[in-house]
């Protein structure tokens, strides 16, 4: 991974963590939960500078996961340092509340020593993963045997156990889980208040608020995947009804697994579905690592003889909140399509990519365009 994306996922933390930090702060601190755009902004800039110049991102000299946390807490702590002397210098103090200012620092600084953890380890088992490598093509080398004729053909080569390329494959597992971790739980903790009022709305039919379904994730594992609830209570018996008594129900059904006009849905259902707003509760999902934020869509076990030879590729990485799918046209993709997207997802995976799929999925939501 870059160091350009290291310092993009550190900005994002940072500006994730000030905007958390406002959930966070204490009623009875005495001071307005204000969020001071400039400050965020100037600290970040800053970050961009001195983050690099202290060392906080690994390189072929670190050797040390301490050393590296060492620096990074330093860097943080010097830039919220030099916002502070900023805020006296131009005679802000008293337009932010110093109880958000500790909170801010305090969870960014924890998130970027995960981060910069996770990093490290990334970087140490690609390392180690070359290293391996090398040993493996040294060691293993075929040796060649000559003909009577002249010919050279292989004794031997290297034939079972795992190579350095499967260490890398566990490297970029890390970086993908820890990204989920750090980023699912600053959305949970900063979307509460969405999740309280998303709650009471859905309950006012009497129901739960809530509901999972069992989906398969990865290696064949099955778990309840969770959601918004956005049916009505009796949800499977009007679905049986409907298809048993209508056979272009039933078609659709078998085809798509959903159905484009379900009657089944509840008012708040259908805006919660539109905005995807109804899938939030998977970030509960993403942090138990039952999920990832960006990976192929949640499927029952029916559909997976769909995915034909592909499904082994789907078996092989978590279920995503969004994905490929999600921005490629959402509900209205074909299934056959959605089997594509979600194999050329698994088979050139990047942290980047995943970034940028992220970003997508808040332009298509905001579009509201696909969905039903």
Known sequence: MSELVHRV?????????????LHLNLPQAGHPHQLDPSLVAFVAALALSVFPACGTYPS???RSVVSLASRTAFAWLAVQLCGLALLYAIHRENQVSMPWFLYWTLTTGISLLGSHTLIFAEFNLARNAGLRLFRTATVDAPQFNTS???????ASAASSGKTGLDCAGAARQVVKRGFDIVFGTLLIVSLLPVFALLAVLVMSDGGPATFGHVRVGRNGKSFRCLKF???????????KALIESDPQVRAEWERDFKLKNDVRITRIGRFLRRTSLDELPQLW???????????PRPVIDQELERYGANVRYYLMAKPGMTGLWQVSGRSTTDYATRVSLD???V?????LRDVSILFKTFKVVFKGSGAY
């Open 148 to 154: 009577s004729a002249g010919s050279a053909a292989p």
């Open 9 to 21: 996922i550190d900005i994002v933390l940072i500006v994730l963590g000030a905007v958390g930090a």
């Open 343 to 345: 194999v050329a997802y």
């Open 347 to 351: 088979k050139n995976w990047s942290l």
């Open 285 to 295: 999902n993403v942090v138990r690592g039952d999920m990832s934020l960006v990976g």
């Open 229 to 239: 609830r956005s049916m009505v209570l009796n949800a499977d018996q009007v679905l």
């Open 60 to 62: 072929r000299r670190t």
